[in-house]
């Protein structure tokens, strides 16, 4: 099953089109099959939760699982489970899945609704990797990386997606990546790698900036706590006065502020006079 613009590339050939072949029409179709299972299990569990007529439409999830069962659609019965946050039967159904379609894709999207990416075999990462790069598909690519928590390539490659629709004045398709990606909490997964980052080149300051953006208040403290010595010998108007703030020493907050804002009227008078030394061309 094509959309309609998929179905016109495997047909149009010149211009700004291009004509897919068969491992192409595989790879947009396997891509939306997953999709489109998901988000209607997705629905259809979530109309049985939140619906008003509870037993009935309970009977009618129920049904729906049986004939799914009876049919061995394994993928789609553990999808349903995954919704339903039963991780036994998901699990049992995913293994089974897997046992049927044992295709790298399949694997991947299974393990990582499982939360199991150490069971996601690094070659057939490698192998989609490269059919997606074959193709210059970076959209797929990125979800991809996403799946098996490459976050570092996940956002580079949601990034060449979203500058590449808008350089080809593609607007809708470059707001909807930007939207997956921002919705994917790709920024809390980087603030949390340059955490460790820092924390490996003992970077103080950035460690208290990740800290922050992350919203890791107690971490936060005992970072500022441990490195109490530190931060009081450095001078550091930044660290010491996020230190006094989770000491709740307030004179001392007090006078660090003090002395912030004598530094930024300092700095301020200073691009003023260089601002009309250059106007007046003394500069």
Request: hydrophobic share 35%.
């Amino acid at each position: 099953m094509l959309c309609f613009d998929c179905h016109t590339d495997t047909q149009v050939r010149g211009g700004f089109h291009r004509k897919l072949d068969s491992d192409q029409v595989l790879l947009y179709r396997d891509d939306w099959a997953h999709i489109v299972a998901r988000q209607r299990a997705t629905a259809d569990v979530r109309g049985v939760i939140s619906g008003q007529n509870r037993e009935a439409e309970l009977k009618s999830l129920t049904t729906t699982l049986d004939i799914l069962k009876e049919r061995q659609q394994f993928f789609l019965l553990a999808i349903n489970y995954d919704v339903l946050g039963n991780a036994e039967l998901r699990d049992k159904y995913i293994e089974l899945a897997i046992k049927q379609d044992d295709s790298d894709d399949s694997v991947i999207f299974l393990r990582s609704m499982q939360h199991r990416r150490d069971l996601i075999p690094q070659e057939a990462v490698d192998r989609e990797v490269q059919r997606r790069k074959k193709y210059s598909d970076w959209s797929q690519l990125a979800r991809l990386y996403h799946k098996v928590g490459n976050y570092k390539e996940t956002a580079i490659y949601y990034c060449r997606t979203v500058i590449e629709e808008l350089e080809a004045g593609k607007v809708f398709p470059a707001a909807y990546y930007l939207k997956e990606l921002c919705e994917e909490g790709l920024q809390r997964e980087l603030f949390a790698m340059a955490y460790r980052q820092y924390t490996e080149a003992n970077d103080l300051w950035w460690r208290i900036r990740a800290l922050q953006e992350l919203g890791w208040r107690d971490e936060l403290k005992a970072v500022l706590m441990e490195n109490r010595e530190e931060i009081e010998k450095s001078n550091n108007l930044f660290l010491l006065r996020e230190l006094y703030r989770v000491t709740g020493e307030q004179d001392k907050l007090y006078e660090v502020q003090r002395k912030q804002a004598e530094s930024s009227r300092v700095a301020g008078g200073a691009i003023a006079v260089g601002g009309k030394k250059e106007k007046d061309g003394k500069a």
